[in-house]
């Protein structure tokens, strides 16, 4: 059982020493657990929170461990009735081959035959999707006519919440790095206007976003936090929202960042609102069901960045940091 262990907590950018692959023997099963052959592995940004000690929503992962993931592969030996060898399931998990689940874990059973591909599980009908979701009906309420602000737009959660915001009748801007992201977004996406944030001063930002947006912004989605983040609040209407879901930019940044323009949420009576996926599993079959639906419609179209094997977890997980993925990022650690 090959796993993609942390070593070390990162400080700043995390470096491929601060991790280590080790290799163990598959564990012995207790009565009521069960044993998943990981397939593929989801790489998110939260993963970063998760390696510091930090107080955050979640335990921190314990040196030597291997790092806490979600993923989705098939029961390989049981000791539970309900989860029968050859089960697909989905749930948090980690990352390595084979993963020890035990009874009252978060590993739900999952029917793979309705879906083009299991790894849809860890995108747009899992945790990102529901995000997307829940994030923007529960929290961000789109209207017909207003305005909407994506950040990190191009990205796995960034793409769909713009999508659902078109749905429901919005215009949308998008924030993204790259002229081929910024294209993407467009003519894949269908947002109306695609800003690029890269070489770019935080007022050249607020010009652009202005421009883009004639109306104002009256819903910011946040992923990236930092100078795009401060940029897009200059444009925020009276009484606007932001549904703040990510802070990307900052997550391995050792010092804080200032924002200059938090002011104008005072003078437009705006609000903030944080987002959490976490509390929503119990409402996902809802979620995938409406996700489910505008697939099939082609109303929402998604992409998926898969590396393959356990051996390239460090690249395949800092390719978020860079932007060098295009789509949800995955790990394809499937038998071969
Ligand atoms: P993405 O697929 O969006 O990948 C991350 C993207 O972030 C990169 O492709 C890159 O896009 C952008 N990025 C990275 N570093 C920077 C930077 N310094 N400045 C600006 N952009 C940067 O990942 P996800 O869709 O999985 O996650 C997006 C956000 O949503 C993250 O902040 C994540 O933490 C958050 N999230 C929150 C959840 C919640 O429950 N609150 C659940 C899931 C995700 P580009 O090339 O455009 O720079």
Same mark, same amino acid.
């Given at each position: =059982?090959?796993?993609? $262990?942390?070593?070390?907590?990162?400080?700043?950018?995390?470096?491929?020493?601060?991790?280590?692959?080790?290799?163990?023997?598959?564990?012995?099963?207790?009565?009521? %657990?069960?044993?998943?052959?990981?397939?593929?592995?989801?790489?998110?940004?939260a993963?970063? *929170?998760?390696?510091?000690?930090?107080?955050?929503y979640?335990?921190?992962?314990?040196?030597?461990?291997?790092?806490?993931?979600?993923?989705v592969?098939?029961?390989?030996?049981?000791?539970?009735?309900?989860?029968p060898?050859?089960? +697909?399931?989905v749930?948090?998990?980690?990352?390595?081959?084979? %993963?020890?689940?035990?009874? !009252? @874990?978060? $590993?739900?059973?999952?029917?793979?035959?309705?879906?083009?591909?299991? $790894?849809?599980?860890?995108?747009?009908?899992?945790?990102?999707?529901?995000?997307?979701?829940? @994030?923007?009906?529960?929290?961000?309420?789109?209207?017909?006519?207003?305005?909407?602000?994506?950040? /990190?737009a191009?990205? #796995?959660? !960034?793409?769909?919440v713009?999508?659902? !915001?078109?749905?429901?009748g919005?215009?949308?801007? !998008?924030?993204?790095? *790259?002229?081929?992201?910024?294209?993407?977004?467009?003519?894949d996406? *269908?947002?109306?206007?695609?800003?690029?944030?890269? /070489?770019?001063?935080?007022?050249? &930002?607020?010009?652009?976003?202005?421009?883009? #947006?004639?109306?104002?912004?009256?819903?910011?989605?946040? =992923?990236? /936090?930092?100078?795009?983040?401060?940029?897009?609040?200059?444009?925020?209407?009276?009484?606007?929202?932001?549904?703040?879901?990510g802070?990307?930019s900052?997550?391995?940044?050792?010092?804080?960042?200032? $924002?200059? =323009?938090? +002011?104008?949420?005072?003078?437009?009576?705006?609000?903030?609102?944080?987002?959490?996926?976490r509390?929503?599993?119990?409402?996902?079959?809802?979620?995938?069901?409406?996700m489910?639906?505008?697939?099939?419609?082609?109303?929402?179209?998604?992409?998926?960045?898969?590396?393959?094997?356990?051996?390239? %977890?460090?690249?395949?997980?800092?390719?978020?940091? %860079?932007? *060098?993925?295009?789509?949800?990022?995955? &790990?394809?650690?499937?038998?071969?």
């Open positions: =059982n090959r796993k993609f $262990t942390l070593v070390s907590r990162p400080d700043g950018e995390p470096k491929p020493s601060d991790f280590a692959l080790v290799e163990e023997d598959l564990p012995e099963l207790e009565d009521g %657990s069960f044993l998943v052959r990981n397939h593929y592995i989801s790489l998110d940004p993963q970063r *929170g998760w390696m510091s000690d930090a107080e955050s979640m335990p921190p992962i314990a040196l030597g461990a291997a790092v806490t993931a979600s993923a592969g098939r029961v390989h030996a049981s000791k539970n009735p309900d989860f060898e050859g089960q +697909w399931v749930g948090l998990a980690a990352m390595e081959e084979y %993963s020890v689940c035990q009874v !009252g @874990g978060f $590993t739900a059973p999952v029917d793979a035959s309705l879906v083009p591909s299991p $790894t849809n599980f860890l995108s747009v009908l899992g945790a990102v999707g529901m995000t997307a979701y829940f @994030g923007m009906i529960d929290d961000g309420k789109p209207k017909e006519g207003e305005t909407l602000l994506v950040t /990190g191009a990205g #796995a959660v !960034g793409s769909l713009g999508q659902i !915001g078109k749905i429901k919005c215009r949308v801007v !998008g924030i993204a790095g *790259g002229a081929d992201k910024c294209a993407k977004l467009v003519d996406y *269908g947002f109306d206007a695609a800003i690029d944030y890269r /070489g770019k001063s935080q007022a050249q &930002l607020e010009a652009e976003i202005a421009a883009a #947006a004639p109306d104002g912004v009256d819903l910011i989605w946040e =992923n990236v /936090g930092g100078e795009i983040m401060d940029a897009g609040i200059a444009s925020i209407n009276e009484y606007g929202r932001m549904v703040l879901c802070l990307i900052e997550y391995n940044s050792p010092e804080p960042v200032g $924002t200059r =323009n938090l +002011w104008y949420l005072i003078s437009r009576q705006a609000t903030i609102k944080g987002f959490l996926v509390d929503y599993p119990p409402r996902f079959p809802e979620g995938i069901a409406q489910g639906q505008w697939l099939a419609e082609g109303k929402i179209k998604h992409d998926e960045d898969i590396e393959k094997g356990i051996e390239n %977890s460090y690249d395949a997980f800092m390719k978020l940091f %860079s932007g *060098g993925n295009q789509g949800k990022m995955i &790990l394809d650690v499937s038998p071969q």
